[in-house]
């Protein structure tokens, strides 16, 4: 199936871990990005590249950090969780001027 | 910076009711409208998008509606459904192009 795939789905850890959440397209688009959905359910930017180079990096904590390896792979890793970081986070893609197809969501949940 | 804006916030209507959906932007200047569904505790279903040289786009029972001009898109639901509850977000992106920005969205429930 052509899609946008996150690993995985529900993440529950302890605060001060450190954790990583997978994305992985097989669409051919160029650009990928993270968004943060909170538990007001607001959809918010974090992160965008494009062809491997970071072009956006909103006000995020820089406990966030995306590492992405190919056009096709876009990784969160999180260090020092904290309570506030419980979230779905999604992941997206596509291509220039077109529309964004969205991953099926991360549930983190930080105790 | 951009805003978007979504009304109502919630809305319930017997199955059959044809229904409007209303977004609206304070960036006239942007490149597309993009309408999103999301069922509770899923991801995002993208339903429509219209690029900035069109005024609508029909998909199915959807049919949505942009006028940059005054800032404002419409999305408008046929005949609904109880299938048709979800959430629905509409999103436009930024000067760039690239990041979306996204309203409240309004919580859709169609009663049988």
């Known amino acids: 199936d052509t899609a946008v795939s996150q690993t995985p789905k529900y993440l529950v850890t302890q605060m001060g871990n450190d954790k990583s959440i997978k994305c992985e397209q097989n669409l051919g688009h160029d650009t990928m990005y993270w968004y943060k959905q909170d538990s007001k359910k607001f959809l918010k930017i974090m992160f965008s590249?494009?062809?491997?180079?970071?072009?956006i990096n909103e006000t995020v904590p820089n406990r966030f950090s995306p590492k992405s390896p190919d056009k096709a792979h876009l990784n969160l890793h999180i260090n020092s969780l904290e309570l506030g970081d419980s979230a779905v986070y999604f992941c997206?893609?596509?291509?220039?001027?077109?529309?964004?197809?969205f991953g099926p969501g991360t549930r983190l949940t930080v105790l | 910076k951009q805003e978007v804006t979504q009304i109502p916030a919630a809305l319930s209507v017997p199955e059959g009711e044809n229904l409007v959906l209303n977004c609206s932007f304070t960036d006239s200047a942007i490149y597309n409208l993009q309408w999103f569904r999301q069922d509770p505790g899923k991801g995002l279903t993208s339903l429509l998008l219209i690029q900035s040289s069109q005024r609508e786009q029909t998909s199915g029972r959807l049919n949505a509606s942009l006028d940059k001009s005054s800032g404002r898109s419409t999305l408008y639901i046929a005949a609904s459904q109880p299938g048709d509850s979800a959430t629905y977000l509409c999103?436009?992106?930024?000067?760039?192009?690239?990041?979306?920005?996204f309203g409240e969205g309004t919580q859709l429930t169609v009663n049988p």
């Open positions: 999103a436009v992106p930024g000067a760039s192009g690239s990041r979306l920005t």
């Open positions: 590249y494009n062809n491997k180079e970071l072009i």
């Open positions: 997206a893609s596509s291509l220039p001027g077109q529309g964004q197809f």
